[in-house]
């Protein structure tokens, strides 16, 4: 075997994930018609060369730094790295690949991993216990979940990959801030000690830039979805979290949104809904599945249910300052990562994600939510009621609640979801 | 002497006891809290009576199920459905921190559903402090300014008045002095001819997280004299050490003993990892320090994602003092942080050639028998 082979095997899942999405583009681009699908075209367009030349950088030896999706890409770009986000990659791959990627769920579970953690760290935990994985580091913060806590020791135990830890308190004030800053800076210290480089922060810089500019074309983009009908096809919603976890930092990131964004405008001014006629407008306060993104079309065109928000996208963060010194600087990138999708709504108190729900519901004129509760994310667990009841009481629209595990198909199928739907919805219409 | 009549052990089974019913009638105040993450002294020197929630005797689910998915800890879903039913109505307030995603999410529900409830009898307090889930330096200066403003809420909230040094040494020594009697009752255990059972361990550490600590100072001193006379448990059962998820049923560690096997150590948060460390007064004589220090850095659970080694070496230890042959590690359902723990474990303990059995089970005994089944071919296979 020759050196080249050896470092791309490095990572041989994002490999897999690269060829996936290579195949997906093609069959994109030979059966759809010109309006198919738009975002899903557009974010392959996209996201396919970054990792591709990701995938060329790892070949040249450079590190593989492994991280968790609450840490944020960008931040990583003071490296010349390859950051593969372990839960992204899992994630993408339940949604392309056909069988998903159940199968290392049972490596992981057969060696004793406990069935109820989060299936996207399942998938690269039996990823590496296949030896499909050897990262140089990997980074993570201590939230949102205990099944980050709880899963990302095996790397450090087992596996004996460097696990850099940076430690996020919970509830958002100046204090948790501050204190995340500097775990922030620190933890990037110690990781450019683990892969022998001193972090370019001038780099990072320049490419949080570019996700400040992502966020203004993101603003622009929510408020169109407002209008109703939404200007916006449901797939929008995953392909947008595959963005953030693969090409942030990137141009092709802010690509991705403007060309979305003309796209929303155009069929805003004609008054045009992907699915021919948007009949019920939803909100799904968590996320919908990534074993089968095909559902969001059958939602759209069947039902014509818009998904106007998931979790990945109702969180809006101010710009970074990128012009101040060091600390204002992580100062900044502490809030972002505060606030960062699900570890918003994960390391504050219950209330003001029920003010979020209600203001979002009225915002955004939902008919209803749709509560997909993962049989991971216990923190969670004591919320639906408790959302159903805010939601009712405050604006007068239900709420369907449906267990599910977002990248195992066999704790509830595709099919199971659109039946539970497909009722609910008789009730609304 | 058999501890199977001892009052004190009896406490443990109810919920409230008539030292809280006192307590409350001299105006007192009780504090719920449910994990031992929490600075014990300083709140013992507000006078508060601390009270660590379990869910003895509980059966049902019926009402928890509304507000908790079934995918959280049945533990933390049946102390919760007992607060519904108003069996937690005595509490002045509750103490919560991040400990784990199940208890930490009582704060809320608590706030909501107990104390917001129209007839809850009386006006109740909530308490919540972040701790790190590393240790260093860093997090422990965190830790530290998260007791320091706890300590001003209380004194603002409950008693009105500072709380001195003063207050704080007494208190320590008050602690320090449980722990001490603690581990004395823990070395009887883990002779070779044990004095006492598993279960009654656990009934003692149960009491006395139910009680004052100076009458459980007192009653733990009174065991401690009646078991040096006692000739000990006969049992030709396997010493085992128990790990895990919390375990507050003693149905539990009964079907485990009743199954030939004598649990003569733990590894548990109603357990051992109370009373091994105390507070260790420093040259600066900063009790409050002192106090965080001990919690902070002593052994760990697994919500500390950077200890696995030292928690992995304090077992190792404990198999060779206690002469352990085997080593039943537990979790409950969707216990994720001893889940995962227990995986390591198992792993590295049959690289030790240490017997070990991985057991998942609910907080109420609904299984027995397969629960048993499992127990006893470990045994026999040890
Ligand atoms: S296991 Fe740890 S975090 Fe959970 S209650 Fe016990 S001490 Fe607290
Ligand atoms: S058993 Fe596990 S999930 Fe339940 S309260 Fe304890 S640490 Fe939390």
């Known amino acids: 075997m020759n050196t080249t082979v050896k470092m ?173 800053a500097e775990q922030l800076k620190l933890s990037l210290y110690s990781l450019g000690e683990v892969i022998g480089q001193e972090p370019d922060f001038d780099k990072m810089r320049k490419a949080l830039e570019v996700e400040n500019e992502v966020s203004k074309l993101r603003m622009e983009l929510f408020d169109l979805i407002k209008a109703v009908p939404s200007p916006i096809e449901n797939i929008f919603n995953p392909i947008a979290a595959a963005s953030t976890v693969f090409i942030s930092g990137a141009p092709e990131n802010i690509s991705f949104y403007s060309r979305i964004l003309e796209i929303a405008k155009s069929r805003y001014k004609n008054n045009n809904h992907h699915g021919g006629e948007e009949r019920i407008r939803s909100i799904w306060p968590y996320m919908v599945t990534f074993f089968d993104i095909s559902l969001c079309e059958w939602l759209d065109r069947e039902l014509g249910m818009s998904v106007l928000l998931d979790i990945f996208n109702y969180n809006l963060s101010d710009p970074i300052d990128t012009k101040s010194d060091l600390d204002t600087l992580f100062y900044g990138m502490a809030r972002k990562a505060m606030g960062w999708p699900m570890v918003k709504q994960s390391t504050e108190f219950y209330y003001p994600f029920l003010d979020d729900c209600i203001r979002m519901a009225k915002d955004f004129s939902a008919d209803c939510f749709i509560y997909t509760q993962s049989i991971a994310c216990k923190q969670f667990g004591g919320i639906p009621q408790l959302l159903r009841e805010a939601l009712r009481d405050e604006v007068g629209i239900p709420m369907l609640v449906i267990d599910f595990d977002v990248g195992d198909a066999r704790i509830t199928s595709a099919k199971a979801i659109k039946d539970k739907i497909s009722m609910f919805v008789q009730t609304l219409l | 002497m058999s501890l199977k009549n ?108 107990v104390f917001g409830r129209e007839n809850f009898p009386k006006p109740a307090s909530q308490f919540y402090y972040s701790i790190p889930h590393v240790i260093t330096d860093e997090g422990f200066e965190w830790y530290y300014t998260e007791i320091q403003e706890l300590k001003a809420e209380l004194e603002e909230k409950y008693i009105l008045e500072t709380i001195t040094n003063q207050n704080l040494l007494e208190t320590i020594n008050i602690y320090n002095k449980n722990r001490e009697l603690l581990r004395k009752i823990h070395e009887m255990r883990i002779i070779d001819t044990p004095k006492i059972t598993g279960s009654e361990a656990l009934q003692i550490s149960m009491s006395n997280n139910s009680v004052p600590k100076e009458v459980a ?73 002192s106090i965080v220090e001990r919690v902070y850095y002593r052994i760990s659970c697994p919500r500390m994602m950077d200890d696995h080694e030292r928690r992995l070496n304090f077992m190792k230890n404990e198999i060779k003092r206690a002469n352990v042959d085997g080593v039943i590690l537990q979790r409950i359902n969707n216990c994720d942080l001893h889940g995962c723990d227990n995986m390591l474990y198992v792993h590295e303990l049959k690289d030790l050639e240490i017997p070990v059995l991985n057991l998942d089970r609910e907080f109420y005994q609904a299984d027995t028998t397969r629960l048993q089944t499992r127990i006893e071919a470990f045994l026999e296979m040890i």
């Open chain 1, 8 to 180: 791309e095997n490095k990572i041989a899942p994002y490999q897999m994930l690269l060829d996936a999405m290579e195949t997906t583009h093609e069959l994109v681009e030979k059966i759809l018609p010109e309006t198919g699908i738009p975002s899903l075209k557009i974010g392959l367009e996209e996201i396919i060369p970054v990792v591709r030349k990701d995938i060329e950088k790892a070949r040249e030896g450079v590190p593989i730094v492994g991280y968790h999706f609450a840490f944020q890409a960008d931040y990583l770009k003071c490296f010349d790295c390859v950051p593969i986000c372990l839960e992204g990659v899992s994630y993408f791959l339940s949604t392309l690949l056909i069988n998903g990627v159940e199968k290392y769920y049972d490596v992981i579970g057969n060696w004793g991993h406990p069935f109820h953690t989060c299936s996207a760290q399942k998938g690269a935990m039996g990823m590496s216990l296949e030896n499909l994985y050897h990262f140089d580091a990997i980074i993570t913060p201590t939230a949102p979940c205990d099944s980050t806590c709880a899963s990302y020791p095996f790397f450090k135990y087992e596996k004996k990959f460097p696990l850099i830890i940076a430690d996020m308190p919970f509830l958002h004030d100046e204090k948790s801030y501050e204190y995340y």
């Open chain 2, 217 to 289: 100072n007192r009653e733990l001193e009174r065991i401690l004299n009646s078991l040096k006379e006692s000739e000990g448990v006969k049992s030709n059962g396997k010493r085992i050490m128990l790990v895990g998820s919390e375990v507050d049923n003693t149905d539990f560690t009964g079907l485990i003993e009743d199954s030939g096997a004598l649990i003569v150590s733990d590894f548990l948060c109603f357990g051992t990892r109370n009373f091994l460390d105390d507070v260790h007064l420093g040259f600066e004589l900063d009790p409050l320090k």
């Open chain 2, 6 to 113: 001892d009052q004190f052990l009896h406490i443990s089974d109810s919920i409230t006891n008539p030292y809280i019913t006192e307590w409350l009638a001299n105006g007192k105040k009780v504090l719920g809290y449910y994990c031992t993450y929490i600075p014990d002294e300083l709140l013992h020197a507000a006078n508060l009576l601390l009270f660590r929630i379990r869910a003895t005797g509980n059966t049902s689910m019926n009402l928890v199920d509304v507000y908790m998915v079934r995918f959280t800890c049945s533990f933390v879903r049946a102390t919760f459905d007992m607060a519904l039913r108003g069996i937690y109505d005595f509490l002045d307030g509750i103490l919560i921190c991040n400990s784990c995603d199940h208890s930490r999410r009582m704060f809320e529900l608590f706030d909501l559903k």
